[in-house]
């Protein structure tokens, strides 16, 4: 089992950036797949983002594709995701999920999941 805390989050400008952080327990981060999902108000959970144990496959919904990297330091139990050139339609809570596993998981269907961070984009 894994636990996951998500921060970074907060009130940007339309075309700023923010970096999201998510630190993991557990002495065994590296044999998960981690990923990036997002709940904007009044929506369902959508896809964002997700990255191997190793960090050398990453994979991006069409919408942030460009946007957002999301990288992980398996040294130090923590998973990030760089924002640059939000937009409105970005604001969203963010989730922090993970999965066992060697793949990818490229839906909402995680197995562990953190608490989420607010990211709101004005315009």
């Known amino acids: 089992q894994v636990q996951l805390v998500e921060s970074g989050g907060g009130l940007v400008q339309a075309g700023g950036s923010l970096r999201l952080s998510c630190a993991a327990s557990g002495r065994t981060f590296s044999s998960y797949a981690m990923g990036w999902v997002r709940q904007a108000p009044g929506k369902e959970r959508e896809f964002v983002a997700a990255?191997?144990?190793?960090?050398?496959?990453?994979y991006y919904a069409d919408s942030v594709k460009g946007r957002f990297t999301a990288s992980r330091d398996n040294a130090k139990n923590t998973v990030y995701l760089q924002m640059n050139s939000l937009k409105p339609e970005d604001t969203a809570v963010y989730y922090c999920?993970?999965?066992?596993?060697?793949?990818?998981?490229?839906?909402?269907?995680?197995?562990?999941w953190g608490q989420g961070t607010q990211v709101t984009v004005s315009s």
């Open positions: 990255i191997n144990w190793s960090g050398g496959s990453t």
């Open positions: 999920a993970a999965s066992p596993g060697p793949g990818v998981v490229l839906t909402t269907g995680y197995r562990y």
